[in-house]
């Protein structure tokens, strides 16, 4: 059989470790020459594949693809694109075959969540369903670390060690700080649905007593007077308090902490944020000076303070994508398998897609200390290893050195272009 | 004549460094034990001073005094205490050397920013009209960068760092958003009164029209039709547009750009910080999808990615001005001068008090680009030196290690309290 072509694309929020996973797809592809060929990469995810631009990967250098795995961002631009149910609009899917078929593509590497794992699902299925046979992979990635049958998602571990590092580093601030100044430092950090992020902040301490002292998870219903009253007890005891909180924080009925407060000058609901949000009310019921800071896309580009154990892995399940369709397997999502030893080690699985697609992993509930405002040992032990191992970027007049690809796109072959 | 004891305090806003020069001050006084004696710390800076709570640093192991140079925060608690002015109330100043007397304390090293010094000229001058002999000596330190004589102020290097380090991985990440999403991100920094912190995030910037591709500085008064027409041609012609805004950034008539939009439920008017507020206006302006983040505390205290130049210069200062002070020097500030050669090299000098106290030094004009929004080449050529080579500290399980100390409060020998 004639050699096929690949594609590889970047798909919603990016992790300090995409590009790990880029590389390992891309090294690995060039080292099977003999049964690959030319690894396209989508500009912008797959709205690239839509539109046929197509990034030539064999245009870069081996030292500017090794460069990837310590570079943040997606190289090749990713998306938030939503693809419509395929029953309503199969000509999206369609259009994406009609450019594989083009250009001879036979391999679809897709790096991205869970909404992703479903779109390379579907890829799949319309393939099938059009007798255009393609391998498709997904590669996992998502800080939220909410993919399902894979003990941890590439690109979380990294935000887990930002945070927990930041949060080590802001309570030394603090502590200094507190007998005259500052008492309450609150640390805002992503996680919509599930605590996974916040929790890691927990890793912060080392001992029981240690900050953070409190957690604000999406899963426990926010109440206020515990909060205040929590952060009451804190202060009188250890003269401070900093608290982790989750942007998804809630109330028991649903409404987001954040953004309940605040209207702009233009009449706005303002997403304030949940720390702002929560300092106004220590504010207001115990009178503490407050900082509070928004890490935002900080924690998941810090690729300075990248989890060397994250960085491994991501490089390992972007090789592990295209050794698997070497082996003939498709329709799939890699995973990590954490090891049954007392020490942390871990391999690569897989899991079906159809099982995979659409499935949300919650953070379990005995991860959560009793009172809601902490972690367990057991979640420390889910965790800890998670964030072990640093691997720093080369630098050069202070500043990371990171990865600048020539990104240069192919000439098209469809007359028709997309409108989606 | 018998050896006298010293006194350490950590003044003001802490840093990622203000230990190194602890480090440096306590190392140096026990290479000198012949001529010092006992090196004691204000617990919580001078406060401790003023309460008889010494701390003695000759309880620390050798290890536990080294490690203190890669530990952020105050180790000794700092404080945010305006001495009364001397005329007003010299009681306090009294106590004060009530106190070395008391102690037999015979060097006073005080380890800030403007303020700081202000109090340690103070401090030389009552002991002089009380006849009480001290060698009193400054130790710069500030995030601010505002001390005048000397080349900088250590501390800011390692802001400085973390503000380009983060400014560049962020712009990273949005760059990779910004085909189908957010187009916007903006950086929030410190910098109340001088945009030393804001222009540092230029550093981000290898080439031109690398992002930052908008600085909002303290120095220039903010016009929005200017600012909102500047993010709009970046973004026409990047695709995206990076911001990073000072706290201190105001209108012409003075107005804070922060707070000016917000108040909470409570009615309270809220510091809804600058980045947000700009947010909001683009938002409003040209409808695009934000994200900003607010760094706060996480910039002064993040040690993992300070500066070596800043944690070599912050440690001495300290080992210079106990030097200093053992070649019967006073009533000066340790200053750090900048050679004049083309490759960047500093030595130590000193400054009298008396020039020093209640001078802020500005950040020049001509650091600024012409249009308000950028750094010229010959602030990059100031700044650049200042972030070069990374310091790490240690790490375990994936958590830096930072300096436990013991902090054991000597006896008190004085019967009365200080009633502040």
Same mark, same amino acid.
């Given at each position: 059989?004639?050699?096929?072509?690949?594609?590889?694309?970047?798909?919603?929020?990016?992790?300090?470790?995409?590009?790990?996973?880029?590389?390992?797809?891309?090294e690995?592809?060039r080292?099977?020459?003999?049964?690959?060929?030319t690894?396209?990469?989508?500009?912008?995810?797959?709205?690239?594949?839509?539109?046929?631009?197509?990034?030539?990967?064999?245009?870069e250098?081996?030292?500017?693809?090794?460069?990837?795995?310590?570079?943040?961002?997606?190289?090749?631009?990713?998306c938030?694109?939503?693809?419509?149910?395929?029953?309503d609009?199969?000509?999206?899917?369609?259009?994406?075959?009609?450019?594989?078929?083009a250009?001879?593509?036979?391999?679809?590497?897709?790096?991205?969540?869970?909404?992703?794992?479903d779109?390379?699902?579907?890829v799949?299925?319309?393939?099938?369903?059009?007798?255009?046979?393609?391998?498709?992979?997904?590669?996992?990635?998502?800080?939220?670390?909410?993919?399902?049958?894979?003990?941890?998602?590439?690109?979380?571990?990294?935000?887990?060690?930002?945070v927990?590092?930041?949060?080590?580093?802001?309570?030394?601030?603090?502590?200094?700080?507190?007998?005259?100044?500052?008492?309450?430092?609150?640390?805002?950090?992503?996680?919509?649905?599930?605590?996974?992020i916040? @929790?890691? +902040?927990?890793? /912060?301490? #080392?001992? %029981?007593?240690?900050?953070? *002292?409190? &957690?604000?998870?999406?899963?426990?219903?926010?109440?206020?007077?515990?909060?205040?009253?929590?952060?009451?007890?804190?202060?009188?005891?250890?003269?401070y308090c900093?608290?982790?909180?989750?942007?998804?924080?809630?109330?028991?009925?649903?409404?987001?902490?954040?953004g309940?407060l605040?209207?702009?000058?233009?009449?706005?609901?303002?997403?304030?944020?949940v720390?702002?949000?929560l300092?106004?009310?220590?504010?207001?019921?115990?009178?503490?000076?407050?900082?509070?800071?928004l890490s935002?896309?900080?924690?998941?580009?810090?690729?300075?303070?990248a989890?060397?154990?994250?960085v491994?892995?991501?490089? @390992?399940? +972007?090789?592990? /994508?295209? #050794?698997? %369709?070497?082996?003939?397997? *498709?329709? &799939?999502?890699?995973?990590?398998?954490?090891?049954?030893?007392?020490?942390?080690?871990?391999?690569?699985?897989?899991?079906?897609?159809?099982?995979?697609?659409n499935?949300?992993?919650?953070?379990?509930?005995?991860?959560?200390?009793?009172?809601?405002?902490?972690?367990?040992?057991?979640?420390?032990?889910?965790?800890?290893?998670?964030i072990?191992?640093?691997?720093?970027?080369?630098?050069k007049?202070?500043?990371?050195?990171?990865a600048?690809?020539?990104n240069?796109?192919?000439?098209?072959?469809?007359k028709?272009?997309?409108?989606?």
């Open positions: 059989m004639a050699k096929r072509n690949a594609f590889y694309a970047q798909s919603g929020g990016v992790t300090s470790v995409i590009n790990a996973s880029a590389c390992g797809v891309i690995t592809c080292a099977n020459k003999d049964k690959i060929g690894l396209y990469a989508g500009r912008n995810g797959i709205i690239g594949a839509l539109h046929e631009n197509l990034i030539d990967t064999s245009k250098t081996a030292s500017a693809v090794a460069s990837l795995k310590h570079t943040p961002g997606g190289a090749f631009g990713s938030r694109y939503k693809m419509q149910n395929i029953d609009n199969p000509a999206e899917y369609e259009r994406l075959v009609e450019v594989f078929k250009h001879n593509i036979g391999y679809f590497f897709y790096n991205g969540g869970g909404d992703s794992a779109t390379c699902l579907k799949a299925q319309i393939a099938e369903r059009m007798n255009y046979p393609i391998q498709a992979i997904h590669i996992p990635k998502t800080i939220d670390n909410d993919l399902p049958f894979t003990d941890c998602s590439p690109g979380f571990g990294s935000v887990a060690k930002y927990a590092v930041s949060t080590k580093e802001a309570s030394l601030d603090i502590a200094s700080m507190a007998a005259s100044s500052t008492k309450i430092f609150i640390l805002e950090v992503m996680g919509r649905h599930a605590g996974w916040a @929790a890691s +902040g927990g890793l /912060a301490a #080392e001992q %029981a007593g240690d900050p953070p *002292h409190i &957690i604000v998870f999406p899963e426990i219903p926010f109440v206020r007077e515990e909060f205040i009253a929590k952060v009451d007890a804190t202060v009188k005891e250890k003269g900093v608290v982790v909180a989750s942007e998804g924080a809630k109330y028991a009925d649903g409404a987001l902490i954040s309940s605040h209207k702009d000058a233009f009449g706005h609901q303002q997403l304030g944020g720390a702002q949000t300092a106004s009310m220590v504010k207001h019921s115990l009178g503490h000076k407050y900082h509070y800071a935002d896309y900080l924690q998941r580009s810090a690729r300075h303070i989890s060397k154990t994250d491994e892995q991501a490089y @390992a399940v +972007g090789r592990a /994508a295209v #050794e698997k %369709a070497l082996e003939g397997k *498709h329709t &799939i999502m890699v995973t990590i398998e954490r090891g049954t030893g007392k020490k942390y080690s871990w391999s690569l699985g897989e899991a079906s897609l159809a099982k995979v697609a499935v949300e992993k919650k953070m379990p509930r005995s991860f959560i200390t009793k009172d809601g405002f902490g972690i367990t040992d057991k979640a420390r032990e889910y965790f800890q290893p998670l072990v191992g640093e691997d720093y970027p080369p630098f007049n202070g500043i990371p050195q990171y600048k690809l020539k240069i796109l192919i000439d098209k072959k469809l028709n272009g997309f409108e989606g």
